[in-house]
């Protein structure tokens, strides 16, 4: 099945403590890009990436970083964690970009930072 | 920056009514997203737009280039279709996007 796996759904930490939010799609896609949704913000770029080794700062990067070392994985990692990143996030995928093709997307991580 | 505007932020209306959402942005773009977030959260991506019309089932989705505007109709709605319904923008020259805060739709049986 078609899919892009986001993982874990639900994430609680605390603040300063490393973590990786992993993102795969099986689709072969070229594009991959990460956002996070607030309330009253709604949802905002963070980064993506438009293939393996080239990403590109999105709306919000501050706080994140990410790689792109295989075509099927875009893993968001947050090394020192702070509250203000307590947000539900989102990983998608689409074949050659979001300027040109529909976007999957997985089925959302949800992460508080005590 | 391109700034993404919907109307209205919440509808509520009865079942078989036909609905219409709008959404502006500022800046000329290469493609126009709608996307569909039901409760419990999966976005569902429903069309993508770079001119014209686009049809699927009950929904259509329209864009005019020139006037900065998009609209995204539902004829014959269902309480099925009650969800949060959210427009995305892609910018010219790079794969960024740009999201409206969503307009929330209730549809009474």
């Known amino acids: 099945e078609a899919q892009v796996t986001q993982n874990p759904r639900y994430l609680i930490t605390v603040t300063g403590k490393k973590l990786t939010v992993t993102c795969s799609q099986n689709?072969?896609?070229?594009?991959m890009s990460w956002y996070r949704q607030d309330p009253g913000l709604g949802l905002r770029q963070i980064y993506y990436s438009m293939n393996v080794e080239v990403t590109d700062k999105g709306d919000v990067p501050e706080g994140y970083k990410v790689s792109r070392k295989e075509k099927r994985n875009f893993p968001l990692i947050l090394e020192s964690p702070s509250p203000n990143q307590t947000s539900l996030y989102f990983c998608?995928?689409?074949?050659?970009?979001?300027?040109?093709?529909?976007?999957?997307f997985g089925s959302g991580t949800q992460l508080s930072v005590l | 920056k391109n700034e993404v505007e919907q109307s209205p932020q919440n509808l509520t209306a009865q079942e078989g009514e036909f609905i219409t959402i709008n959404c502006s942005y500022s800046?000329?773009?290469?493609?126009l997203h709608w996307l569909q977030q039901h409760p419990g959260g999966g976005i569902v991506s429903l069309f993508m737009l770079s001119s014209g019309k686009k049809k699927h089932g009950r929904l259509i989705a329209t864009i005019n280039i020139q006037e900065k505007h998009s609209s995204l109709h539902i004829t014959a709605s269902h309480p099925r279709d009650s969800a949060v319904y959210i427009c995305a923008v892609a910018n010219f020259g790079n794969e960024k996007l740009t999201f409206g805060t969503g307009t929330r739709l209730t549809i009474i049986p």
């Open positions: 689709m072969n896609h070229e594009y």
């Open positions: 800046v000329g773009i290469s493609a």
């Open positions: 998608a995928s689409s074949p050659i970009g979001a300027g040109r093709e529909k976007l999957f």
